[in-house]
């Protein structure tokens, strides 16, 4: 059974910066597709950014494009996303979520994904 559990969250104001890590447990198999979505009351979840782990392969959302990075140092350590240069409206709760095999050419849709985080709380104050 694979788990993914999130931490890292907090609060800061804007122009500040966070590190969030996702730790997975239960892989079988390599190539994975991991993920960071977010989700804000009142709002739909968005997918922000993704990896394919081993090739590094990432994507972003324009939203967060320049400003979060993705990242893996090897296919058993967690999968960080570092968020600088935050803004209010990068407020919400922030999971993670992973699928076996490579990430599709679009990988921040929600379906793609068979396994989900708790998520962590992320507030930017102005």
């Known amino acids: 059974q694979v788990q993914l559990v999130e931490s890292g969250g907090g609060s800061v104001q804007a122009g500040g910066s966070l590190s969030l890590s996702c730790a997975a447990s239960g892989y079988t198999l390599s190539p994975r597709c991991v993920g960071w979505f977010r989700q804000a009351p009142g709002k739909e979840r968005e997918g922000v950014a993704a990896i394919t782990t081993g090739s590094g392969n990432t994507y972003y959302a324009d939203s967060v494009k320049g400003r979060f990075t993705i990242s893996q140092d090897n296919a058993k350590n967690p999968v960080y996303l570092q968020m600088n240069s935050l803004k209010p409206e990068d407020t919400a709760m922030y999971s993670c979520?992973?699928?076996?095999?490579?990430?599709?050419?679009?990988?921040?849709?929600?379906?793609?994904?068979?396994?989900w985080g708790q998520g962590t709380q992320v507030t930017v104050s102005s």
């Open positions: 979520a992973a699928h076996y095999g490579l990430c599709s050419l679009r990988p921040l849709g929600t379906r793609e994904y068979n396994y």
